[in-house]
């Protein structure tokens, strides 16, 4: 399953409120439901420790093209959904 990813960052007084969180649970979910047994994603660098919590793993480092078309440093993230631990 493939998707046209969108950046999500709560700001501001919704910032550690755990809206984050709830968002990334359900976009595993739909993910889930359309048959995904993996989630991709280029984290930004500042949010590496946020998707770490939620159970992604590192597996590479390099750059995101933004829509505005400006590179972005990111780390490449995956998340096993089916629960198996990911090497």
Known sequence: VSTDPA???????AARRGIGSSLL???ESSALAAGAGTVQLDSSLAAVDFYK??????TG???HQL???SPM???F???NLSGV???
Request: proline share 3%; hydrophobic share 45%.
């Open 53 to 58: 919590v939620n159970g992604f793993v590192e």
């Open 7 to 13: 950046a999500v960052t709560p700001r501001g007084i």
């Open 25 to 27: 649970r359900l976009a």
């Open 67 to 69: 829509r505005v078309g």
């Open 85 to 87: 631990a990911i090497q």
């Open 73 to 75: 440093a990111c780390v």
């Open 77 to 79: 993230m995956q998340k």
């Open 61 to 63: 480092r390099g750059e």
